[in-house]
């Protein structure tokens, strides 16, 4: 895309936006509501408004390489928290996609430089599912496991968030979900993951609440 053409976009853009409802801005700069917080990652092919179908100031997003959720990393945490307690949201989705650069580094490791750190909580993914995952032998196969196998690790992530926890406890949400996109087909694909089970098993490990 020719630089210039961005600002031309823009304006065509607005216009359209105009067109159908001349307080389209109005409505926009009045604030946010969103119900949802994405979390996905920074991949340009994947654009979580475009995939649902979604407007502006329906969805708050977070996007990083492989759409990691790293307890030490404030930037997660910042938005995490910042969607949970003061936008309220009521879901929460950890979005994947096949064909993910992130995801293809951990399975064939080498020196990456500056995310030889970020990987490596991708990197402990494979380790967790080594033996599930070297049990397939088909390389694409494999591949795409990965994906869905970091988005169900991501989601217990978030789990593990005091803000996300502090708000179960107080409101019963957000719902924490997890999806994959997949580029071949266009598709979001619901994992079907029931976060709420899983964290029980673990509960005693990451619970913040003392359990009476």
């Known amino acids: 895309m020719d630089y210039k053409h961005i600002f031309e976009n823009n304006e065509a853009w607005i216009q359209e936006k105009l067109n159908l409802n001349p307080d389209y801005f109005k409505q926009l700069a009045s604030g946010q509501q969103p119900e949802y917080l994405y979390i996905g990652c920074s991949d340009s092919r994947v654009t979580a408004e475009d995939l649902m179908g979604a407007q502006p100031g329906e969805v708050f997003i977070h996007r990083n390489i492989a759409n990691q959720i790293i ?38 490791p080498s020196d990456m430089g500056q995310l030889n750190n970020w990987l490596q909580t991708l990197r402990d993914v494979y380790r967790l599912h080594r033996e599930e995952l070297d049990c397939i032998e088909d390389a694409h196969k494999r591949f795409d496991k990965l994906v869905e196998l970091n988005v169900r690790e991501q989601c217990m992530n978030l789990l593990k968030l005091d803000h996300v926890q502090k708000s179960w406890y107080k409101t019963g949400y957000p719902k924490v979900h997890g999806w994959v996109f997949d580029v071949h087909t266009g598709r979001l694909l619901d994992l079907g993951l029931n976060m709420e089970k899983e964290f029980l098993a673990i509960r005693s490990i990451y619970d913040l609440k003392p359990i009476h």
């Open 71 to 108: 307890p030490t990393d404030t930037n997660v945490n910042a938005v995490v928290q910042y969607a949970v307690e003061h936008l309220k949201v009521k879901h929460v989705i950890v979005c994947g996609h096949y064909e993910c650069g992130g995801v293809k580094a951990a399975l064939n």
